[in-house]
Structures are given as C-alpha cells and as structure tokens.
C-alpha cells in the first residue's frame, strides 16, 4: 500500500511555505501523492492552484484532488484545468470527484444543489470529449485522461464509479467502514463488466507533536463546525501520535486500501518529517 500526504491547503493561515516548501519536503521523504481537500465557503487555498504551485516544484511525488466538488466548476474550465496540471506534471495527477455536501458551496457558486447528482453526471461524459481533443479544448493529457477516481458513499457513487472511472476514494472514516464500502465497489464493478482491478484511495487526519491535540481542535473543529457534535468525533479521530498513524495505516492496508492520504491539521512544515517517521519507517 501507498502512503502519501496531504497539502494543508485547507488548514487556516497556511501560507506559501505551506505549500512549496511542504511539497519538496515531501517528495524528499518519499510519500507517494500530495494531496488536496475542497470547499468553496472556506478561506482555503483552491486545489487546482495549490497542486499546479506543487507540481512546479517536484518531479516524482503523485498530485491528487482528494476531493474535488465536480458541481460547482463549469465542466470545459476544469476538464482543461486539469489535464493541464496532468501534461505539465508529466501525468502525475489523480483527479478524485464527487458532489459534495455543503448547501453554502452551491450558493456561493450559483449552482442548484438539488441537481448536483444530474450535473455531475453529465460532467463524467462531457469531460472525457475535451480530454480527447472534442471541440478544441485541449490540452490532451499524456495518458489520455488523468487517473479518476469517485468519491461518495452511496449505491450510486459505486455505480458512477464503475462506469466512468478506474476506482474510488474514501472522503473519511474508519478502516472497517472501508472495508464494507470495497464490498459494494467489488459489486458494482463486476455488475459493469469491469475486468480490471479498480484503484482504491483513504484518509486520515493526522497531528503530531507536542501540540498535536490542539492543532487538530482548531483547524478540523473549525473546518467541520457544520456537523456540530459530530465535529468532535474527528477531532478525536485524528491520529496524534506515531503509533495510532501505524495502526491507522495497518488497518486500510488490510481492508484493501492501494493508497491512504494523511492529512495535516497544521501547516507547519514539519509535520512532513514527523509523519514520515511513523508512517514510512
């Protein structure tokens, strides 16, 4: 299984350090993707932007949108937004999709939020014409179309999912719930005819360090206050210490996860080299 980490472009007062910096640092350390979480209603950086500073300043380390609000993006703009990260990165990007959630992000982006199934799914069969040239768009990606992953816990993600794309990814929870949701990609793929194995992606949320447990109050008590007690229920969920991230990582391998993204709470550069500790010892 495949370890990366996650750009903390969504952790408030992140800064250009948090970015750049973070993203060498990580490619030196090994992990195998950046990756980014979305939101519109937030002051956090756009993932797009963030993976394009990140992907000028690497060679090897994978990018990925973990994931990206499909809905709330006119599909021809960021279909051509991301095969363009995806050519000048050399075909690094994995572009993981799905609705979304949050009423607020459909407002602010004058998007109907009760149609954003309908939409979505228009997006999966508009965006494979521009990746193939339709219409001029351009430009093409080096393998045809970046890696596509479906985000989502219901039946019709599972669906979405085996039809258009090469796997799925988990937005959050535990190991067990992952396991349960790989039954039900499995079933759908095989009701699609698919022959290949799909591709499978989880994350956590981690904090290390000396202050390990109020970075992950203040930044995950802060960017999921909308779930009111439930907030706290990731807060503590978080990893915050090197011995939960091995255990973490050993249960998704064993629920069949190819990859895991740990998420930072803080955007303190170290954190790269605290999780490399625990998680690629």
Same mark, same amino acid.
């Given at each position: ?142 393998? %045809? ?5 479906? /985000?989502?816990?219901? #039946?019709?993600?599972?669906?979405? +999912? $085996?039809?258009? &794309? @090469? ?53 995950? %008590? ?5 779930? /009111?007690?439930?907030? #706290?229920?990731?807060?503590?969920? +978080? $990893?915050?210490? &090197? @011995? ?38």
């Amino acid at each position: 299984m495949e370890v990366g980490i996650g750009l903390p472009n969504a952790v408030r007062g992140v800064d250009r350090t948090g970015i750049v910096e973070w993203a060498r640092l990580a490619e030196q350390a090994g992990f195998s993707t950046l990756g980014t979480i979305d939101r519109m209603v937030y002051p956090n950086y756009e993932s797009f932007i963030a993976l394009a500073a990140a992907a000028a300043v690497t060679e090897r380390i994978g990018l990925a949108t973990d994931i990206l609000i499909a809905p709330l993006r006119p599909t021809p703009l960021f279909a051509k937004q991301a095969a363009t990260i995806d050519s000048l990165s050399g075909g690094r990007l994995t572009l993981g999709l799905a609705v979304g959630g949050r009423q607020d992000d459909f407002e602010a982006s004058g998007v109907d939020f009760h149609k954003r199934g309908r939409i979505f799914e228009q997006q999966l069969s508009e965006m494979t014409a521009v990746w193939k040239g339709e219409g001029g768009v351009g430009p093409p990606p080096p393998n %045809g179309r970046p890696r596509l992953l479906i /985000g989502g816990s219901s #039946d019709v993600a599972f669906r979405r +999912a $085996a039809r258009h &794309a @090469d796997g799925w990814t988990m937005g959050g929870g535990p190991p067990d719930k992952f396991a349960e949701a790989r039954q039900k990609l499995d079933a759908a793929w095989s009701a699609a005819g698919r022959k290949t194995k799909p591709h499978t992606m989880a994350l956590f949320y981690f904090a290390l360090g000396e202050n390990a447990q109020h970075d992950a109050r203040r930044s995950l %008590g802060d960017y999921y206050s909308f779930l /009111g007690d439930m907030a #706290d229920q990731i807060v503590q969920g +978080a $990893a915050k210490d &090197a @011995d939960t991230v091995g255990q973490y990582l050993s249960a998704f391998e064993s629920a069949g996860a190819d990859e895991v993204i740990c998420f930072p709470t803080s955007a303190d550069p170290s954190q790269v080299e605290l999780l490399a500790a625990a998680a690629l010892r």
